[in-house]
């Protein structure tokens, strides 16, 4: 499955994002999706990760309530919409593929889209 993600940019504090990532391959529909992102400085860190029907969802505590993933498995896109962003919430955001729920949330992904940046201001 090759990524391409989208739909970052700049924002102030209290608005709203949607990322995009879609993918080609016959598979997306048989893989989790997550979402990571790495501000400067930092390690490289899971926002949220869906399973490959749709049906589980995980989220890191400081997103939960503001940020919601989501799949489009007809279109082969997974998407992360973003609210009541924060300046914290500033990095680079990378979708990634793999083969479980488990397996996304433990950073065992079979590929990384490239990144998009979000830029949040106070």
């Known amino acids: 499955v090759q990524l391409q993600a989208s739909g970052g940019g700049l924002v102030q504090a209290g608005g709203s994002l949607r990322l995009s990532c879609a993918a080609s391959?016959?598979?997306?529909?048989?893989?989790?999706m997550g979402w990571f992102r790495q501000a400067p400085g930092k390690e490289r860190e899971l926002v949220a990760a869906i399973s490959w029907g749709g049906g589980s969802t995980y989220y890191t505590d400081p997103v939960k309530g503001r940020f919601t993933i989501s799949r489009d498995n007809a279109k082969n896109t997974v998407f992360l919409q973003m609210n009541s962003l924060k300046p914290e919430d500033t990095a680079v955001y990378y979708c990634?593929?793999?083969?479980?729920?488990?397996?996304?949330?433990?950073?065992?992904?079979?590929?990384w889209g490239q990144g998009t940046l979000v830029t949040v201001s106070s």
């Open positions: 391959g016959r598979t997306f529909s048989s893989v989790a």
């Open positions: 990634a593929s793999a083969a479980t729920l488990g397996h996304t949330v433990r950073g065992e992904v079979r590929g």
